[in-house]
């Protein structure tokens, strides 16, 4: 019996290692038919991630530059704006400029043309005022020439800066788009050793150029030599003083 058992266990045993073999045989061909399909599938799927992957940072960049091309247009929409609110400003500044520059030509010409005038109505004691051709001036060197010259006598310096002055306020009566004010007031027009003749014409230049005005203004001016005709003209103020009506009358 113990015999047969073993007959019995080695038939099982050789059972066993053939059902073992093929065992193996079958998972070896299982595993190989697994395997290839999973490993083509991952590697698919893995190009396919990384393609995915890929095109998502694609468009990451592609966005980022849409937004830099957004911003960039933005830009320069904004450059030309200001660009074109630059040029309307300067080509304003250009326009102010020129008026202004053309105002001042007109004006300064009106108070040289003026200037010129009242120096031809001088007595002709100095000759460079007999026929004055061009007076230029500058308020900032406070200088006035006449025919290239400011150099003259005393008395006739005074004469030029009462003309000058009465041209201006005179000028400012003619035109309106002057600021000065309609308000002159000469207190030196007998300076510098002036002649009564002469301080006399200058009076009557004076009063000549004020009543022509047909703007409303004031004119005051002093003097110790007045013009005689002036005294019934109705425009003195105060009494004349003289060596026997003195400015102080203290009794």
Do not use: C, W
Not at 213 to 241: C, R, W
């Amino acid at each position: 019996m113990q015999d047969e058992r073993f007959a019995d266990l080695e038939s099982v045993k050789s059972q066993l290692r053939s059902l073992r073999r093929d065992h193996q045989s079958k998972s070896a061909t299982y595993d190989a038919l697994s395997r290839a399909p999973i490993s083509s599938r991952d590697a698919k799927i893995g190009t396919i991630n990384r393609r995915i992957g890929f095109i998502e940072q694609s468009l990451v960049n592609l966005q980022e530059r849409i937004d830099l091309a957004n911003k960039y247009d933005a830009m320069v929409t904004e450059r030309d704006t200001l660009n074109a609110t630059i040029a309307r400003l300067d080509d304003g500044i250009k326009a102010i400029v020129a008026r202004q520059d053309r105002r001042k030509r007109e004006a300064y010409t009106q108070i040289a043309n003026l200037t010129l005038d009242f120096l031809r109505r001088d007595t002709g004691t100095q000759d460079d005022f007999v026929n004055p051709k061009l007076l230029q001036f500058s308020f900032g060197d406070d200088a006035v020439f006449v025919d290239g010259k400011s150099n003259f006598a005393a008395s006739s310096l005074v004469v030029l800066k009462n003309s000058f002055h009465l041209a201006m306020m005179i000028a400012s009566l003619n035109d309106n788009k002057f600021t000065l004010p309609r308000f002159m007031m000469f207190d030196n027009i007998e300076d510098k050793g002036m002649r009564p003749d002469r301080s006399h014409n200058f009076q009557s230049i004076i009063s000549n150029a004020s009543a022509q005005a047909t703007t409303k203004h004031q004119i005051i001016f002093t003097t110790s030599m007045l013009n005689p005709d002036l005294k019934d003209s109705g425009h003195l103020v105060g009494p004349e003083y003289s060596k026997e009506n003195k400015t102080l009358n203290i009794q």
